[in-house]
């Protein structure tokens, strides 16, 4: 029995389809889908006919903006694959799915090569250590290149490339690839959909067998087993590279790169048989880590945390699954869910860690984007959603009652940009508090809060096209009329020249016992190599006192304070990062004085010492890649110098100019209207944070 359950774990692929946007992950998907017989016509992009982009506004705006899973089968594998999106606003959507999956393919432009949010999710996917198969997509576009593409990976992304294509045909020519693993051509032919194996071409065959050569050198060099039959036999079979490139792939001490064009329906085929030989089953990924608490209830310490635990892929085992995705549809509230231990069936009771409390499930679903079919129980290693939870939310831990574990959860972005937020009517200002808070629900990166000095509500997301979405789906779905403020960006505040000796005394007496604290402080920046991002992040805190003259559990009230006061610093109320505070002496009260009195005088004593400091106001800024026709650089580069922007690289690819440069995110509200105006609709931009700066305008304390 376990052996069967061990074979049924192995042929199942959890995998993601990662890119920048427009290199053609949706197109990938769409390919993979018609390929595997989930679908039986191929959906387009342009056409608004895609399974996966199902939204209004996504087919509306031709781009992915909500993570999508679907399910299909090729060569007696189950494959689950969430299509992300590529956009930087919708970043938080590919940690979330990043966060379980075993595997993902990397989508690259075969023009372009690596561009900003190709690096971005790349980085996202190498701090969750999931394996990845790179795929140069649309070949047979006009100064496409698999060698350009494949540079670009290695010096902009830094792993080894492994390529096992070599294309046949450039450009519009392009018509297959040679599979360098079995020496075999694979082509073809416009309006065929299965590819024809034969000969490689004898144009192509001497550079077949030097890239071969150079395939099983660079695999060699990294794997013993290879090394070994190599130094033997001075070459590799087929079985032993396709083994070793499986090893590399899930090590990450190499990527295999293959090529094709998925608008034209070519490649793809190829790229499944190598989803399924060297991308990770949830048996072959480690135990998932989490935290134990007591049955029918977290209990101990906070969060209920008594000791480690691992759960292993294994459906007789507890079950133990994450939550990582939640939306509401007409038919109910869908919470996707994946499974890492245990199995769960239809009626049966779990705990939902992140509420603490006890709910029932009542329906499986296996996912196709936007439809579902029944099933009556999920096993360890799937991705289902589940109907009937009322309180989980993105990031909850769901546990057997009688073994409860949690999860670490995925992490969440902190919001760059806000707007304020108001129904046109006031009868429909309840309608839109119970919209905001379930848009809030179903994205974590989306914020709302009550400004408390306005009064306003101001919605707050990751940017200006994050910000647009959520309140397009609020006046589609509900049919509210909603008003909208202008964007703001969250500025932060920092120490640019700090104060020594900085003494605070809090007393206070109304009858009773009384309250008393003496502190003194030294406040300074925070250096570049502490802060871990730049001048832009960070705090620390440290006691020089000596002679006990302010205990150790004063000393900890003391920073408790001194926390407290970063919430909102003296130039304009934002939060303040980036300094160092030294407790260097105080004083106690043999009867008045306590924690208490203590955090208060870290509190106020440091708000104070802050309005002594030269402070500086930090700004966010985002590294914008702009790509444009050659004649319209100059206008280009003006626009960004007007918008405070620092060029930092320029080139030229595929007949475009590419402008990098570091612009403040306030000086970008509006800019794709304005570039689109100056290239006559030719130019596009992508951008992604990067941290914060100094503000150019000099600032005084309030």
Request: glycine share 12%.
């Amino acid at each position: 029995m376990r052996n069967n359950l061990d074979r049924q774990l192995s042929a199942v692929r959890n995998l993601g389809i990662l890119a920048h946007v427009d290199a053609g992950k949706t197109t990938v998907t769409e390919r993979i889908l018609y390929a595997t017989g989930a679908t039986h016509k191929r959906g387009e992009v342009h056409d608004g006919t895609t399974v996966t982009d199902f939204d209004p506004q996504e087919r509306d705006r031709g781009i992915t903006i909500f993570a999508a899973a679907v399910s299909c089968e090729w060569a007696g594998h189950r494959i689950n694959l969430i299509d992300t999106p590529g956009h930087v606003d919708f970043a938080d959507e590919v940690e979330r799915s990043l966060r379980v999956l075993d595997g993902a393919v990397a989508v690259f432009d075969a023009v372009a090569g690596v561009e900003p949010q190709s690096e971005s999710v790349w980085r996202q996917a190498d701090r969750h250590g999931v394996p990845r198969i790179a795929f140069v997509n649309k070949l047979d576009r006009v100064g496409a290149d698999l060698d350009t593409a494949v540079a670009s990976i290695r010096d902009r992304l830094h792993p080894v490339p492994l390529v096992v294509h070599l294309p046949i045909g450039a450009e519009d020519g392009f018509t297959g690839v040679v599979d360098l693993l079995r020496m075999r051509a694979l082509t073809w032919t416009d309006g065929g959909d299965a590819a024809v194996e034969g000969d490689v071409p004898d144009d192509l065959l001497t550079e077949a067998l030097r890239r071969r050569r150079l395939l099983e050198e660079s695999v060699a060099e990294r794997h013993p087993a290879a090394l070994e039959e190599f130094c033997d036999r001075e070459t590799l079979s087929a079985g032993t590279l396709a083994a070793a490139l499986r090893d590399l792939t899930r090590t990450g001490d190499g990527v295999v790169v293959l090529c094709g064009s998925a608008y034209r329906n070519r490649g793809v085929e190829p790229l499944l048989d190598a989803v399924v030989a060297y991308l990770p089953s949830p048996l072959d990924v480690p135990p998932v880590r989490g935290v134990s608490g007591g049955a029918g209830g977290v209990s101990g310490g906070e969060g209920g945390a008594s000791g480690g635990e691992e759960r292993t892929a294994d459906p007789s085992a507890p079950f133990a699954a994450l939550a990582f995705k939640v939306t509401a549809t007409a038919t109910g509230r869908l919470t996707y869910l994946r499974v890492y231990s245990g199995t769960i069936g239809k009626g049966d009771a779990v705990w939902d860690s992140g509420a603490e409390r006890t709910e029932r499930i009542g329906r499986i679903l296996r996912v196709q984007a936007d439809r579902h079919a029944g099933l009556e129980r999920a096993v360890a290693g799937d991705i289902v959603a589940v109907v009937g939870l009322k309180s989980a939310r993105a990031g909850s831990t769901l546990s057997a009652p009688d073994a409860p574990v949690v999860l670490e959860p995925p992490g969440v972005a902190t919001p760059v940009v806000s707007v304020a937020v108001e129904a046109r009517t006031g009868g429909d200002t309840d309608r839109l508090a119970v919209a905001l808070a379930r848009l809030a629900e179903e994205d974590p990166s989306l914020v709302v809060r009550t400004d408390p000095e306005t009064g306003q509500t101001v919605l707050s997301g990751m940017g200006e096209l994050h910000l647009e979405v959520a309140v397009e789906k609020i006046r589609r779905g509900l049919g509210l009329d909603v008003q909208v403020g202008r964007p703001r960006v969250t500025y932060r505040e920092t120490v640019g020249r700090g104060v020594s000796g900085a003494v605070f005394r809090h007393v206070k007496q109304d009858g009773g016992a009384g309250q008393f604290a003496h502190v003194v402080l030294d406040v300074e920046p925070l250096g570049a190599d502490e802060a871990g991002d730049g001048a832009a992040a960070g705090f620390a805190f440290r006691s020089s006192v000596v002679g006990g003259r302010v205990p150790q559990e004063y000393v900890r009230a003391v920073e408790a304070g001194c926390r407290d006061a970063l919430a909102e610093g003296p130039v304009g109320g934002h939060p303040v990062t980036g300094l160092r505070v030294t407790l260097t002496d105080g004083a106690t009260h043999v009867k008045d004085s306590s924690e208490t009195a203590f955090r208060t005088a870290g509190r106020l004593g440091l708000r104070e010492a802050l309005r002594a400091c030269a402070m500086v106001l930090l700004e966010p800024v985002v590294e914008v890649a702009v790509t444009v026709p050659e004649d319209a650089v100059g206008g280009v580069l003006g626009d960004l110098a007007a918008r405070r922007g620092r060029v930092t690289d320029s080139a030229v690819r595929g007949g475009s100019a590419v402008v990098t440069a570091t612009v403040p995110l306030a000086e970008l509200f509006g800019y794709a209207t304005r570039l689109r105006s100056r290239t006559q609709g030719r130019g596009t931009f992508s951008a992604r944070p990067t941290g914060y700066a100094p503000a150019p305008t000099p600032v005084t304390p309030r």
